[in-house]
């Protein structure tokens, strides 16, 4: 059995203040002041640090790393169609997926992040690079009416998915159905998925434009919540990425189904989608979560730094310096997909942040939600303990060769033209 004791942090944890975190193979047993020393085999040092649950990604592309600031400043459709469907379909293959992930991963884990919910395509290399990292997360087989680099078609996309599920289905790693879109799927083949995905986590991209709205009504006849709804694909399992486009028919049916939505501003800013009414959905009692989308659209992975966008757009679109506030903020990015994570609690999962208190922005501190939220950045975090096990030690990966995966990705990168 491993017992590591974090001493002297400041904890957030409900009724925040300075006490001792005690942690049992993969699980918090304790949280108090004072735990005897002599009842672990290694002690963190947090006096003068922030110790807090890990944040979820909760939408990511974790491959598309290796298209990071390859085609930027485009609509999406043009950016789609143009560059990112082609160059994925010359590039994308198990090795590009597996590399190029990894580097992801450890960019999430900088910036605090437990797990994560991914969808691309050969998925079950983003399952043995989360594996072997020792970070939690979502894989989803991305489900389409073309042929992908790793399926000929939809049919081919759903019966993978099952077999990842048989394979990979566990604590750290879950198997979600992830359809693309309602526009790049027929509702027959959206049926195929519902058929097959009986109470799996359904992962998908919904209301991201106008353009794409107006799109399915033009070719469904109806909206895309519409669509997922009457074809059984939307439901309390159901995580939607995007909902920019949303009106209020659509959040009427996201609380009715139960579904939840994941917001990615930065990602809907570059891409001038616009802005989700994310204030407005929390008002009608819809879960949120936050996330990324990958970084050939954000273009990093600091979920810090998405936290604090988060906050911002939803005060300018609503009008009101109140929406959103840093504590609110800091809960949507710790609401996490995995069950007993992301809050600090006795019973719960050890997954841990440390951010130590020693940057110019952390000075002075009185309000540790809005440090977070509002000043803090991925360069502040210092450790990240996941299931128990630490990943990030005093800013530096402990067993994981990241200069090597550095390496690996900008040669991949090379063939593509990048000039580092
Ligand atoms: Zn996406």
Redesign the pocket.
């Known amino acids: 059995m491993s017992r590591i004791l974090i001493k002297n942090g400041y904890c957030l944890k409900g009724n925040d203040k300075i006490c001792d975190i005690l942690i049992e193979n993969d699980t918090i047993v304790k949280i108090s002041k004072n735990i005897d020393k002599q009842r672990a085999d290694s002690v963190i040092d947090a006096q003068n640090c922030l110790v807090i649950p890990t944040f979820c990604n909760a939408?990511t592309?974790l491959a598309m790393s290796l298209f990071r600031g390859m085609a930027d400043d485009l609509s999406l459709m043009e950016w789609l169609n143009n560059h990112i469907f082609p160059s994925e379909a010359e590039n994308v293959n198990k090795e590009m997926v597996y590399t190029c992930s990894k580097l992801s991963m450890l960019e999430m884990i900088r910036s605090g992040v437990g797990c994560f919910m991914d969808?691309y395509f050969f998925e079950e290399e983003v399952a043995k690079a989360a594996l072997e990292i020792g970070l939690k997360g979502v894989i989803g087989e991305g489900v389409i009416d073309f042929k992908t680099p790793s399926c000929r078609d939809a049919q081919e996309a759903i019966s993978k998915t099952i077999s990842l599920q048989k394979e990979f289905e566990s604590d750290n790693i879950k198997v979600s159905f992830a359809p693309h879109s309602t526009y790049t799927l027929s509702v027959e083949s959206l049926e195929k998925i519902a058929k097959s995905a009986a109470n799996s986590i359904i992962h998908t991209?919904a209301n991201e434009t106008d353009s794409e709205v107006r799109m399915v009504l033009k070719d469904k006849k109806k909206r895309p919540l519409e669509v997922l709804y009457s074809v059984g694909l939307l439901g309390k399992n159901t995580y939607l990425?995007h909902c920019v486009a949303s009106n209020d028919n659509d959040m009427k049916l996201i609380n009715k189904s139960g579904a939840k939505v994941v917001n990615?501003p930065q990602s809907n800013l570059k891409l001038a989608s616009g802005i989700a009414p994310i204030a407005a959905m929390l008002n009608k009692d819809i879960e949120i979560l936050l996330g990324t989308?990958?970084s050939a659209s954000n273009n990093n992975l600091d979920i810090i730094e998405e936290m604090r966008t988060m906050s911002f757009v939803q005060k300018v679109l609503s009008g009101d310096e109140t929406a959103l506030n840093a504590k609110k903020t800091f809960e949507i990015a710790t609401n996490s997909i995995f069950e007993k994570s992301g809050k600090l609690k006795e019973g719960f999962k050890a997954d841990i942040v440390i951010i130590k208190l020693d940057s110019l922005e952390s000075v002075p501190l009185y309000d540790p939600y809005s440090y977070i939220a509002y000043a803090a950045n991925s360069r502040d975090v210092s450790t990240v303990v996941i299931n128990g096990r630490i990943i990030l030690k005093d800013r530096e990966f402990v067993n994981i060769d990241e200069e090597k995966i550095k390496a690996d990705v900008k040669s991949m990168a090379k063939k593509l033209g990048a000039l580092f």
């Open positions: 939408h592309h969808m991209h990425a990615v989308d990958g």
